[in-house]
């Protein structure tokens, strides 16, 4: 065999393809899709262990596994093993493992959430596909980065799962790595970004960086339209609201073929409209427009297809460009952002062409009318186009959007300025617009044809080439030719080109425009020459450009014949309208002006060097005109910010250069500073702050003044030491210098840095001699308190920090911090303070606080205020007056919208302390980093200093502040960032030992309250993660502190604190890892270790280290102790277990006197306690609410038994105590397990069990107080279940701990639920007094009979309280009332036996007996039983179980019904003339006996003859079972074990004697109830006489005949002589009953009865002759005239007969009636039963008799003496055709009864098998009437064609409690049948209906084991076993069992899934021989990361 060897470490991850299962050796089971971790291999196998569960190491085979490469991670204290894979996959992947199973259990739940995030599954699996398949741009990949953790997030907030914190680049964030407050800002972004996509639509969050310019990107796809000619495209932004174009065109030229002409453009036409600010991205309405100019002959001509297409006819040489149409679509949404653009994306715009007579901009008007085109009218002619908005200018819009931009991409300007114009962005662009013209026909017969003609000319007249362009997209053009538009004397144009000349030529140059006549005649054509011309000059006589208005311009007509090309006269005549004085008439050489005809031009000037402003270019010309300097310096104030940030650079090199040429310093260096001043202040405007980079860029660049700094310098110190000065004028210019102060240092340090390159560094010692005397001037100028000054100084300390990093760059950074910090300090106290600390904030973000000797001179300043501020602020905000007083003002602030800043002033300052906070955060934020130089001072300086006040803050402050979670994130980084010496030097630095003490309290309460109530939200895990670790740090440290200081002389409260502190630390929810995910305990683990450990290890030392004074913390820290130690794990639990031990020492070892030390009973021994009750009552108490709490396991109970037992064995005094003690705390922890596995069940029953056990336990040990604390929770189950008569007998349990005295109560006795009882005759008054009130809503009144007497006799005899004793008699006497008049209910009881290992403890193999609900039958019980025990398998039969079933894993449960037996105290009420109301009640109650029979057959051994062989009931016996609970039903619980059980046998003889006795019985309550009530339903007593005289005639006295009364039978049982002549008796006495009955139904039988009833009296005389004549006649002591008896019966006639009345009852309601029943219907017998059948109301008859079912009915017994024979009955499994009926008879005639209570309506319908004819009741169904089908109740054997006549209902079938849950009738559907109520194969439909129609029983079940065979009474609804699950029916997999779990046969399982064809498995490794051995545990590998 081959070694073991490892695997390489980049193939030790491996994900399982299939699942392997293999029960072998050393193998491991692995699910496909599981991650394994690879150690070693050894052939085809592989040793290692699966991510699931990394304990359990084991060898699986290689085939099955997929390897994937790999990193080993080895630098933590585990090893982590991580794919070779981005980190956003890895993290995708670790959450869809997480979520996956998050995701099945709110399956099982049901949760809302189930779908939602099945959804994000799926979104992150597709994702995580994309990101692999490594096919995206990168663009894309950051994108779908970004959109992943958005979700990840998303999903973990709705998983209520850890918040994941994040750096920028949305990479996870590492805490080791992180400073406190970063990973703090990080936790509040997360926070308030998930909230945002948590709470609306998603939206795409927008860059917070401002973009002050944007770009609309179109793609032209494809132009569809029919043409025979080329075009071109102009295509442009327009605003329709304006009615103008926004941009220049874009050109697109459109071949004839339907292609772009450039060939190289094909798939390429895309344009950039750039320079869009804002203000465009909000125009109202903004179209995309695109002009089709038609470029070719006059007049279009169809394509001749006669001819060769290729070769057209020929063209003029220069197409006429002729309009075509219009496309255009509203792009505003895309514009303004609100729909995003794909470039993916397509859309059409439709095309309109032109009308004839209708120009381009018309055409364009008519489009913007409708709104939509027609197919009509684009008839599908269209541009397909393609947009998005881009952010950005055109360099960030390229380094963003590569795939978009890169490449040959046109760029289309927007006619005007952007928002930000750059200094390198030099512009001189003329936007010409031809408007429209008006021309005369001249000497033609129609109107022209004109064609414009545009040439730029220079001064010369010479046309400059290259300078016009159409738009992007296409080459410059010499001249612009307009559009033609055909016979137009008036043609408006509205066309837009752009002029470009350079700007050294654009002084002398103008713009000629030529107009020509346009013939569609070729030959004409080429001879036409211009009529006309205008021109215009660009630039004005006072130097500044063409304005940009419209300008109309003069037409003058050329005469060929004197006109000249050359000559250049046209200059000097008039060029506009304007310029035209009235009545001239100018012209020249040829050219004269036409007066008819107009031409009309717009101009537009894009220009940064040419300005329309005079004042402005006053400035920039000042060199030719120096006298006008002053005026122009003063008009420069005055010109509009526009116009000057337009030329920001030039003004600025014009003042510069005032400055410097300037010798008159006094004069100009004051109004250049001024102007100077006033450029900055435009530029720092809100309007102009986006021009602030172009002034940066100046001066870094541009900027050339080398001297100025000199001037500068001198100037500003000038107005700053006028600061005081009284001038309004010096003031506001001192003002407008502070805000400005930023720049003025920035000009005087380039022109310093400018001077020093020159001159090499020449003046420098100068200049900072200079420099520091102007800062030291504004450091002077801080001292000042006068208001005047206040506005000054603000805002010199708003914008001196701005100053800064230019100032470092020539002067000492020391120097600088040393100013600063001086004037800081100069401020006045309480001046500017909020001011003054924003500076300071500044300051801590300037490049001085990167240097360390920097810092050591700042921070100690900066400090120094913080803690000032803070500690004044919080003695202002300590009292209560001051925060109510804060808490009216904003009340008052708010109705009266009092502002912000007046708020403020009564706020406490929170701004400041905010300020504070936040320059504290960044302080610790910085000294975070490592480039900063040393940190260990500066860390000593802020922890001396501010420490202790930040800890006092946050005690003070409010939890709810948003401040508290800075604060604490600033102290945790303060004492993380504090190594071990800088504890012991803020330790030492403590004055006196009190100091020390007071900081220590303080601290050890801040951690606790850290702990206890957290500042973080609990899914901060990263956040409080690290708080904890930096806890325990200091824990550390503080405990040596405690032990050092505080031990001689001993501080206790010192070492109290600590222990408290340490433990809540321990405890806290947040360390618990066994109750996170096995990822989240990994990476805890990996990161901090388990801190629970460490701690205990701490707590443990400490408590040693106490010595002697131990005793002063027992028991006090029992309960802190024991909680430390129910933290589930192990290692903490063995070291820290045997503190307790040492805690009983010290008791048990302390004095008994006070006085006394531990020392002093060391050296007398005779005054020790020796014992430990003090321990061991709160060790009990503290276990009971821990254990209860969800602390502990079974685990800590033997743990804590096998650590204590051992301790206890070895020590020679306390082992006997100590033992005793300890085997009390196991059992204590025993049950209170049980009662917390149990607690939180449904199945409150189970709750009970458990609550009792404790009480006995409690009782056990007499624990009063706990006790009760059990009563009173048991009594509150009790009461949430309905339990009335329960919850009483509970409350007794209290009672009984009192007496009747006026003894105060002692505290054990107390209960919280009677707080002002305070004596033991208080208490047990208002005890009884809930105890009569439930005994009386459970309906048992005699109990609460007998409370009230123990009452009264207290009322009459002691206290002589005689109104408290009327009021209990009227109580009393309404209880008797309730007794005789009201309904109640029987309870039925149940017997349940529970079998198998896999109940709880209390449960195992355990037999109980249940007192069910109120009309709870059987198969009610029994499903509500095994609702509760989902897991649980129907036995069905009663056979003791074997070994196998009670010592199996599995939860097996026998339910049967029992009959309560009445002990022989009671026995004696049955001779008496007792009403039935009283009898049954003791039937029924305070019973400890019950019974249940089950009849078998057997051979009577003594008789030869086959005499029984044809009669079951010579053979039939019944096998009786009694059973005797624990304590008499009804008690504290519904159910009690059995104690004892005895089993006997019943004879058939004494069967027939008890069968007989229970139908007299049923007779007689019968006739009772008739006589009573006229109007009740005949139809019981008709099914009762017909199943007795029916059977009769046809052999059922027969049978009785053959089977007993035979020579042979009493020869061979000569004992049984009495008994059949008892028997012979009761048959006798039957005859007079029956003979009522009959009269009876003769009066009340309607005329369709008629042949029924001549039918029964036939049988019946039949049935008399041969009774009488052979056993006598007898006489019954009823009479139907007698009303006597009917008075003193009526009350109790109309009630359930009791239980032992079920014999009889069962011979009126179901099958097992009458034993008599054995011959078969004759044929005519039949055809009366069919007419009976069709005037018999059989919708009554309940559901449980339709066909196909068969029921089991039970025997009961008569208990009275006169019926019983003692020996329990037995049971039939026949069935009358009519045994049973419907429910809800009339009870007009009993009105007391009928308003006795409502509850009677349900009740009525609840009585079937189970009750006695004797009843009203005695007719009610089975089962509920509102579960049973419809088409259940009219069986189909019935049907006839006769119409079955409607009765009404008498009576509302409304019952109280709620219809079966759906829930529940699931779990009973989908429950595999165990075959409990499954009749026997004999049931089938033929013998049910032979059971109905020939009266006869079925041959009962041979089975002794079968429960179907028991007397219980179970409905037909029971013996139907429970239905399998359906196909369509929802799977219930909550209740899967495991495959080894099930008992279930295959053929009873619901199939669960449909059969999937799997995939065949991979080959496993062939075994010749057994598989390697996993080598052994190799120590120099590193332990698995768990």
């Known amino acids: 065999m081959n070694q073991w060897k490892p695997v390489k470490e980049k193939d030790r991850y491996g994900i399982a393809i299939h699942n392997f299962h293999q029960d072998a050796l050393y193998r491991i089971k692995l699910m496909v899709g599981d991650a394994v971790h690879i150690l070693e291999e050894n052939g085809d196998w592989f040793f290692g262990y699966s991510t699931k569960n990394r304990a359990v190491r084991g060898i699986f085979p290689k085939s099955y596994i997929h390897v994937k490469e790999c990193i080993v991670d080895k630098t933590g204290p585990v090893e982590v093993i991580t794919l070779k894979q981005p980190h956003v996959v890895q993290e995708l992947t670790s959450v869809l493992r997480e979520w996956g199973h998050i995701w099945k259990h709110l399956y099982i739940v049901h949760s809302e959430h189930f779908e939602t995030i099945e959804h994000r599954i799926c979104e992150l699996i597709r994702y995580r596909s994309k990101i692999l398949s490594g096919t995206l741009p990168v663009d894309e990949l950051k994108e779908i980065k970004q959109l992943v953790t958005s979700k990840i997030d998303m999903g973990n907030k709705l998983l209520d799962l850890d918040m994941v914190v994040r750096d920028d680049q949305g990479n996870i964030l590492n805490p080791d790595i992180a400073s406190t407050i970063q990973l703090y800002w990080q936790h509040e972004l997360a926070t308030e970004r998930i909230r945002k996509a948590t709470s609306g639509p998603m939206k795409k969050v927008q860059k917070t960086v401002t973009q002050y310019s944007h770009i609309f990107f179109v793609s032209v796809r494809n132009f569809v339209c029919k043409m025979n000619e080329d075009a071109e495209l102009l295509m442009t932004l327009y605003d329709a609201k304006e009615g103008r174009a926004v941009t220049e065109n874009y050109v697109v030229r459109w071949s004839k073929e339907g292609l772009a002409r450039d060939i190289d453009q094909l798939h390429n036409l895309r344009v950039l409209f750039t320079d869009l600010g804002s203000r465009d991205l909000h125009r109202e309405k903004v179209y995309l427009v695109c002009y089709v100019v038609r470029v070719g002959a006059m007049e279009v001509r169809d394509p001749d297809h006669r001819r060769n297409s290729h070769v057209p006819k020929k063209a003029h040489a220069e197409g006429m460009r002729r309009p075509f149409g219009v496309a255009a679509m509203d792009v505003t949404l895309y514009i303004s952002g609100k729909i995003e653009g794909n470039e993916e994306e397509h859309h059409f715009i439709p095309f309109l062409q032109c009308c004839d007579r209708d120009n381009l901009d018309g055409t364009l008007r008519r489009i913007l009318t409708v709104k939509e085109l027609t197919h009509k009218e684009h008839k599908g002619q269209g541009l397909w186009t393609s947009l998005k908005l881009l952010h950005g200018d055109l360099k960030q819009v390229r380094e963003e959007n590569p795939h978009l931009v890169l490449g040959n991409v046109t760029i289309a300007r927007k006619m005007g300025f952007p928002e930000v114009i750059l200094p390198g962005d030099v512009r001189n662009d003329l936007y010409l617009t031809l408007v429209s013209g008006e021309f005369s026909k001249g000497n033609k017969s129609t109107d022209k044809n004109v064609e414009v003609t545009v040439r730029v000319c220079n001064e010369k007249g010479q046309s400059i080439p290259g300078v016009i362009t159409l738009g992007g997209g296409v080459e410059m053009i010499n001249e612009y030719r307009s559009v033609i538009y055909y016979h137009e004397d008036k043609p408006r144009w509205f066309e837009i080109f752009k002029v470009a000349v350079p700007i050294e030529e654009f002084k002398g140059s103008h713009l000629k425009f030529t107009f020509k006549h346009r013939s569609s005649n070729e030959t004409k054509d080429k001879t036409e020459k211009p009529f006309a011309m205008s021109y215009v000059k660009l630039m004005q006589e006072n130097g500044t450009t063409l304005r940009d208005v419209q300008h109309e311009l003069l037409v003058y007509k050329i005469d060929h014949k004197k006109f000249e090309d050359s000559d250049l006269g046209y200059l000097n005549l008039p060029s506009t309208r304007e310029e035209l004085t009235e009545g001239q008439k100018p012209q020249h050489g040829g050219i004269s002006l036409s007066s008819k005809d107009s031409f009309t031009i717009h101009t537009n000037v894009c220009s940064t060097k040419l300005t329309q402003n005079v004042d402005l270019l006053g400035l920039l010309n000042w060199v030719s005109h120096p006298e006008g300097l002053k005026d122009s310096l003063a008009a420069l104030m005055k010109v509009d910010g526009e116009e000057v940030v337009k030329f920001l650079q030039d003004v600025l090199d014009a003042l510069f250069n005032i400055l410097m040429q300037n010798s008159d310093s006094d004069l100009y260096d004051n109004m250049v500073f001024e102007c100077l001043l006033c450029i900055i202040g435009l530029v720092s405007d809100r309007k102009y702050q986006h021009f602030q980079p172009v002034l940066d860029l100046y001066i870094k660049e541009s900027f050339s003044a080398t001297l100025a700094y000199n001037k500068l310098i001198v100037v500003l110190k000038y107005h700053i030491d006028n600061a005081n000065s009284t001038d309004s004028q010096?003031?506001?210019?001192?003002?407008?210098?502070?805000?400005?102060?930023?720049?003025?240092?920035?000009?005087?340090?380039?022109?310093?840095?400018?001077?020093?390159?020159?001159?090499?560094?020449?003046?420098?010692?100068?200049?900072?001699?200079?420099?520091?005397?102007?800062?030291?001037?504004?450091?002077?100028?801080?001292?000042?308190?006068?208001?005047?000054?206040?506005?000054?100084?603000?805002?010199?300390?708003?914008?001196?920090?701005?100053?800064?990093?230019?100032?470092?760059?020539?002067?000492?950074?020391?120097?600088?911090?040393?100013?600063?910090?001086?004037?800081?300090?100069?401020?006045?106290?309480?001046?500017?303070?909020?001011?003054?600390?924003?500076?300071?904030?500044?300051?801590?973000?300037?490049?001085?606080?990167?240097?360390?000797?920097?810092?050591?001179?700042?921070?100690?300043?900066?400090?120094?205020?913080?803690?000032?501020?803070?500690?004044?602020?919080?003695?202002?905000?300590?009292?209560?007056?001051?925060?109510?007083?804060?808490?009216?003002?904003?009340?008052?602030?708010?109705?009266?919208?009092?502002?912000?800043?007046?708020?403020?002033?009564?706020?406490?300052?929170?701004?400041?302390?905010?300020?504070?906070?936040?320059?504290?955060?960044?302080?610790?934020?910085?000294?975070?980093?490592?480039?900063?130089?040393?940190?260990?001072?500066?860390?000593?300086?802020?922890?001396?200093?501010?420490?202790?006040?930040?800890?006092?803050?946050?005690?003070?402050?409010?939890?709810?502040?948003?401040?508290?979670?800075?604060?604490?994130?600033?102290?945790?980084?303060?004492?993380?960032?504090?190594?071990?010496?800088?504890?012991?030097?803020?330790?030492?630095?403590?004055?006196?030992?009190?100091?020390?003490?007071?900081?220590?309290?303080?601290?050890?309460?801040?951690?606790?309250?850290?702990?206890?109530?957290?500042?973080?939200?609990?899914?901060?895990?990263?956040?409080?993660?690290?708080?904890?670790?930096?806890?325990?740090?200091?824990?550390?440290?503080?405990?040596?502190?405690?032990?050092?200081?505080?031990?001689?002389?001993?501080?206790?409260?010192?070492?109290?604190?600590?222990?408290?502190?340490?433990?809540?630390?321990?405890?806290?929810?947040?360390?618990?890892?066994?109750?996170?995910?096995?990822?989240?305990?990994?990476?805890?683990?990996?990161?901090?270790?388990?801190?629970?450990?460490?701690?205990?290890?701490?707590?443990?030392?400490?408590?040693?280290?106490?010595?002697?004074?131990?005793?002063?913390?027992?028991?006090?820290?029992?309960?802190?102790?024991?909680?430390?130690?129910?933290?589930?794990?192990?290692?903490?639990?063995?070291?820290?277990?045997?503190?307790?031990?040492?805690?009983?020492?010290?008791?048990?070892?302390?004095?008994?006197?006070?006085?006394?030390?531990?020392?002093?009973?060391?050296?007398?021994?005779?005054?020790?306690?020796?014992?430990?009750?003090?321990?061991?009552?709160?060790?009990?108490?503290?276990?009971?609410?821990?254990?209860?709490?969800?602390?502990?396991?079974?685990?800590?109970?033997?743990?804590?038994?096998?650590?204590?037992?051992?301790?206890?064995?070895?020590?020679?005094?306390?082992?006997?105590?100590?033992?005793?003690?300890?085997?009390?705390?196991?059992?204590?922890?025993?049950?209170?397990?049980?009662?917390?596995?149990?607690?939180?069940?449904?199945?409150?029953?189970?709750?009970?069990?458990?609550?009792?056990?404790?009480?006995?336990?409690?009782?056990?040990?007499?624990?009063?107080?706990?006790?009760?604390?059990?009563?009173?929770?048991?009594?509150?189950?009790?009461?949430?279940?309905?339990?009335?008569?329960?919850?009483?007998?509970?409350?007794?349990?209290?009672?009984?701990?009192?007496?009747?005295?006026?003894?105060?109560?002692?505290?054990?006795?107390?209960?919280?639920?009677?707080?002002?009882?305070?004596?033991?005759?208080?208490?047990?008054?208002?005890?009884?007094?809930?105890?009569?009130?439930?005994?009386?809503?459970?309906?048992?009144?005699?109990?609460?009979?007998?409370?009230?007497?123990?009452?009264?006799?207290?009322?009459?005899?002691?206290?002589?309280?005689?109104?408290?004793?009327?009021?209990?008699?009227?109580?009393?006497?309404?209880?008797?009332?309730?007794?005789?008049?009201?309904?109640?209910?029987?309870?039925?009881?149940?017997?349940?036996?529970?079998?198998?290992?896999?109940?709880?403890?209390?449960?195992?193999?355990?037999?109980?007996?249940?007192?069910?609900?109120?009309?709870?039958?059987?198969?009610?019980?029994?499903?509500?039983?095994?609702?509760?025990?989902?897991?649980?398998?129907?036995?069905?039969?009663?056979?003791?179980?074997?070994?196998?079933?009670?010592?199996?894993?599995?939860?097996?449960?026998?339910?049967?019904?029992?009959?309560?037996?009445?002990?022989?105290?009671?026995?004696?009420?049955?001779?008496?003339?007792?009403?039935?109301?009283?009898?049954?009640?003791?039937?029924?109650?305070?019973?400890?006996?019950?019974?249940?029979?089950?009849?078998?057959?057997?051979?009577?051994?003594?008789?030869?003859?086959?005499?029984?062989?044809?009669?079951?009931?010579?053979?039939?016996?019944?096998?009786?079972?009694?059973?005797?609970t624990s304590y008499p039903l009804p008690g504290i619980l519904r159910w009690f074990p059995v104690t004892s059980t005895d089993t006997y046998q019943v004879s058939p003889l004494r069967n027939a004697i008890e069968t007989m006795e229970v139908t007299n019985k049923a007779l007689r309550d019968l006739i009772i109830a008739h006589r009573s009530d006229a109007t009740l339903q005949l139809n019981p007593l008709s099914l009762k006489i017909n199943g007795i005289v029916d059977a009769a005639v046809m052999g059922g006295v027969t049978n009785y005949e053959k089977a007993f009364f035979t020579p042979e039978y009493v020869e061979v049982h000569p004992e049984d002589a009495a008994l059949i002549t008892k028997l012979q008796d009761l048959i006798a006495s039957q005859i007079p009953l029956l003979d009522l009955c009959i009269q009876i139904h003769r009066q009340r039988a309607p005329p369709s009865l008629g042949p029924f009833q001549q039918r029964l009296e036939e049988c019946f005389a039949e049935m008399q002759n041969h009774v009488e004549s052979k056993y006598g006649k007898k006489t019954c002591d009823l009479k139907l005239e007698s009303a006597h008896s009917v008075t003193m019966r009526r009350q109790f006639s109309t009630s359930n007969s009791h239980a032992d009345n079920r014999l009889s009852e069962a011979s009126l309601t179901s099958s097992e009636g009458s034993r008599s029943r054995v011959s078969s219907l004759t044929r005519s017998q039949v055809t009366t039963l069919k007419n009976f059948a069709t005037t018999f109301n059989f919708s009554n008859i309940n559901s449980s008799n339709t066909l196909g079912r068969a029921t089991v009915s039970h025997y009961g017994n008569s208990p009275s003496k006169q019926h019983s024979i003692g020996s329990p009955l037995v049971s039939s499994r026949s069935q009358s055709m009519f045994s049973k009926t419907s429910s809800s008879p009339s009870l007009k005639g009993t009105s007391k009864r009928d308003k006795s209570s409502k509850e009677s309506k349900r009740r009525l319908s609840r009585k079937n098998d189970r009750e006695s004819s004797s009843s009203i009741q005695s007719s009610t169904s089975t089962s509920q009437w509102y579960t049973t089908p419809e088409q259940e109740l009219s069986p189909p054997i019935f049907t006839s064609v006769a119409t079955t006549p409607v009765f009404e209902l008498r009576q509302e079938l409304t019952p109280k409690r709620p219809l079966r849950s759906e829930v529940e009738r699931e779990r009973r559907m989908s429950r595999p049948s165990s075959g409990q109520f499954q009749a026997s194969s004999r049931f089938n439909t033929t013998s049910v209906l032979n059971a109905r129609f020939n009266g006869s029983s079925t041959t009962p079940c041979n089975n002794r084991d079968s429960i179907g065979t028991t007397d219980s009474t179970a409905s037909e609804e029971d013996m139907i076993p429970p239905p399998l699950p359906q196909k369509a029916r929802d799977a219930d997999y909550c209740n899967l069992p495991d495959e080894t779990d099930s008992l279930v046969s295959d053929s009873l399982r619901p199939p669960t899934t449909p059969r999937v064809r799997n995939k065949p498995p991979p080959p496993e490794p062939v075994e010749k021989e057994p598989p390697p051995t996993p080598p052994p545990k190799n120590p120099g590998l590193k332990p698995p990361f768990c």
């Open 730 to 1524: 010096d003031k506001d210019m001192l003002l407008k210098t502070m805000k400005s102060l930023q720049y003025c240092v920035r000009f005087i340090v380039r022109s310093r840095q400018l001077f020093s390159e020159l001159n090499e560094g020449k003046g420098q010692q100068q200049f900072e001699i200079s420099l520091k005397q102007l800062l030291q001037s504004i450091t002077g100028m801080m001292c000042y308190n006068t208001d005047s000054t206040l506005l000054v100084q603000g805002a010199c300390l708003k914008y001196l920090p701005f100053t800064i990093p230019d100032i470092l760059t020539v002067f000492s950074a020391t120097e600088l911090s040393g100013l600063l910090t001086e004037l800081i300090n100069k401020v006045p106290p309480n001046r500017l303070m909020k001011q003054k600390m924003m500076t300071v904030n500044d300051i801590v973000h300037s490049k001085l606080f990167l240097y360390s000797d920097c810092r050591a001179i700042l921070l100690p300043v900066i400090t120094a205020h913080i803690k000032e501020l803070l500690e004044s602020r919080e003695e202002g905000r300590g009292g209560v007056e001051f925060r109510n007083k804060t808490k009216s003002v904003a009340k008052v602030a708010k109705v009266l919208g009092e502002s912000k800043h007046n708020l403020n002033s009564h706020r406490g300052h929170t701004e400041e302390v905010e300020l504070c906070v936040k320059i504290l955060s960044d302080i610790m934020e910085l000294l975070f980093r490592s480039d900063i130089g040393p940190t260990v001072a500066d860390i000593k300086d802020i922890m001396l200093t501010v420490l202790r006040t930040v800890i006092q803050t946050t005690i003070s402050m409010d939890r709810e502040s948003p401040l508290v979670g800075r604060l604490v994130a600033v102290m945790i980084a303060i004492f993380r960032q504090m190594t071990g010496h800088h504890f012991e030097v803020y330790i030492d630095h403590f004055i006196t030992i009190t100091d020390l003490l007071d900081f220590l309290m303080e601290i050890l309460l801040v951690f606790k309250d850290l702990v206890s109530k957290p500042v973080y939200p609990k899914d901060w895990c990263e956040m409080i993660m690290l708080q904890n670790s930096v806890i325990l740090k200091s824990l550390r440290f503080f405990s040596h502190t405690i032990r050092d200081y505080f031990f001689q002389p001993f501080e206790h409260q010192a070492w109290n604190n600590f222990f408290h502190c340490a433990i809540a630390f321990l405890t806290q929810p947040a360390l618990q890892l066994d109750v996170f995910s096995q990822n989240k305990r990994a990476r805890i683990i990996g990161r901090y270790k388990d801190m629970r450990r460490e701690t205990g290890f701490e707590i443990r030392s400490m408590w040693f280290n106490l010595g002697q004074y131990k005793i002063q913390f027992v028991p006090g820290l029992v309960g802190p102790f024991l909680e430390m130690t129910l933290i589930p794990e192990t290692e903490l639990r063995r070291a820290t277990i045997p503190i307790f031990f040492d805690m009983m020492q010290c008791e048990f070892y302390s004095s008994r006197v006070t006085s006394e030390s531990f020392g002093d009973t060391k050296r007398n021994t005779s005054n020790i306690k020796a014992h430990f009750s003090e321990f061991e009552n709160e060790m009990i108490a503290k276990l009971d609410i821990l254990v209860e709490g969800g602390r502990g396991d079974e685990h800590y109970k033997e743990l804590f038994g096998e650590i204590m037992l051992d301790r206890c064995e070895n020590h020679s005094t306390m082992k006997d105590q100590g033992i005793k003690f300890v085997k009390t705390v196991t059992r204590l922890m025993e049950r209170l397990l049980e009662y917390r596995f149990i607690i939180t069940d449904e199945n409150k029953e189970n709750r009970m069990s458990c609550t009792v056990n404790l009480l006995d336990f409690y009782s056990e040990i007499n624990r009063k107080e706990m006790y009760i604390r059990y009563v009173n929770k048991l009594c509150d189950l009790h009461l949430e279940c309905d339990n009335y008569t329960e919850a009483a007998y509970t409350l007794k349990l209290h009672s009984k701990l009192l007496n009747w005295s006026d003894a105060p109560l002692p505290p054990l006795l107390k209960s919280h639920k009677y707080l002002k009882c305070q004596t033991h005759r208080d208490l047990k008054e208002a005890l009884y007094y809930d105890i009569i009130n439930y005994f009386d809503k459970g309906k048992m009144w005699e109990c609460a009979l007998a409370v009230c007497k123990e009452l009264v006799t207290q009322c009459e005899e002691e206290i002589f309280d005689y109104i408290q004793l009327s009021s209990l008699l009227k109580r009393m006497s309404q209880f008797y009332d309730s007794i005789m008049k009201q309904i109640r209910p029987e309870p039925e009881y149940f017997r349940v036996a529970y079998y198998g290992r896999g109940f709880p403890a209390f449960l195992q193999n355990k037999v109980f007996i249940y007192r069910g609900k109120e009309y709870e039958r059987l198969s009610d019980f029994s499903s509500r039983t095994l609702n509760q025990l989902p897991n649980a398998e129907l036995m069905n039969k009663l056979t003791p179980p074997g070994d196998d079933i009670m010592e199996s894993p599995h939860q097996y449960v026998q339910i049967n019904k029992v009959e309560p037996l009445m002990d022989d105290r009671k026995q004696r009420l049955s001779g008496k003339p007792i009403s039935d109301q009283i009898l049954r009640y003791h039937r029924v109650n305070d019973v400890q006996k019950f019974r249940f029979s089950r009849p078998f057959h057997r051979k009577d051994p003594l008789r030869l003859s086959g005499g029984d062989g044809d009669n079951e009931f010579a053979s039939l016996w019944l096998e009786r079972t009694v059973l005797v």
